[in-house]
């Protein structure tokens, strides 16, 4: 009840500065959703947003499998953390524009560069949150373990995936938020279609309302995967721990 009163209360503002303003830079809500309807009636909109989708998806794939596998083994091999510490620094500092830019460069104007550009952006982030999680590891649960001779597979999966599963949560939170906004970066600067294209069109026709349109169907897509599969996956994950009276 209250987060829908809070996003009237933005669709209000939003719509009552548009009618102060009266220019063509700020569309109020009608103007946005004739640009959206147009699009969608033909398809467009539909196909564009599928192919974000699914370059995001991909990366994000990407960037927490290795992440998390290079983060797991840095957290519990201080001597390797110690070595590649500084080759994470740079990758965290480099700018994502940067690895974009190279990327296209090196590998070509195709969709393995722009899905590479996109992980190769997140991964560090990854790590670093998982580097933090398996440091924090029980090690008297590693012991008890060992003493009951669970195994290396019964052990990743009982003892160590359940204690790393708020800080992979976590990462795959922030993941999702990054990767599609440096998806859109990809799409403007190398692709023919995505959302980033439409946008990068639409700014050149200086069509302020499509833009939005775009921007917000995107978000809206983002948000109902964050709440009909991200949080149901990360509630059920969790079931087992105790919760608070």
Avoid: C
């Avoid at 004739?34 to 370059?55: I, K, N, Q, S």
Wanted: proline fraction near 4%; hydrophobic fraction near 60%.
């Amino acid at each position: 009840m209250v987060t829908a009163l809070s996003l009237l209360g933005l669709l209000a503002v939003w719509w009552i500065a548009a009618i102060v303003i009266d220019s063509r830079v700020l569309p109020g809500p009608p103007a946005v959703l004739d640009a959206f309807w147009r699009d969608a009636v033909t398809g467009e909109l539909f196909y564009h947003l599928a192919m974000t989708l699914m370059r995001v998806a991909a990366a994000f794939a990407i960037a927490m499998i290795v992440g998390s596998a290079f983060g797991m083994y840095l957290g519990m091999s201080p001597r390797a953390d110690r070595f590649f510490d500084p080759w994470l620094i740079l990758f965290l500092n480099i700018p994502a524009l940067v690895v974009i830019v190279l990327a296209y460069i090196w590998f070509g104007l195709n969709e393995a560069a722009a899905i590479g550009a996109i992980a190769v952006n997140k991964i560090p982030n990854v790590v670093v949150t998982m580097r933090e999680g398996a440091r924090a590891l029980d090690r008297g649960l590693g012991e008890m373990a060992s003493v009951y001779r669970f195994g290396r597979w019964r052990t990743l999966r009982h003892v160590v995936l359940p204690q790393l599963q708020p800080y992979f949560a976590a990462a795959s939170r922030s993941g999702i938020a990054l990767i599609w906004k440096i998806a859109l970066v990809v799409e403007l600067l190398g692709r023919s279609n995505g959302v980033g294209f439409q946008i990068h069109l639409y700014f050149q026709l200086f069509d302020v309302a499509a833009i939005l349109a775009y921007t917000l169907a995107f978000v809206g897509v983002m948000l109902l995967i964050e709440f009909l599969l991200v949080q149901p996956l990360e509630a059920h994950s969790i079931r087992w721990r105790a919760r608070p009276a």
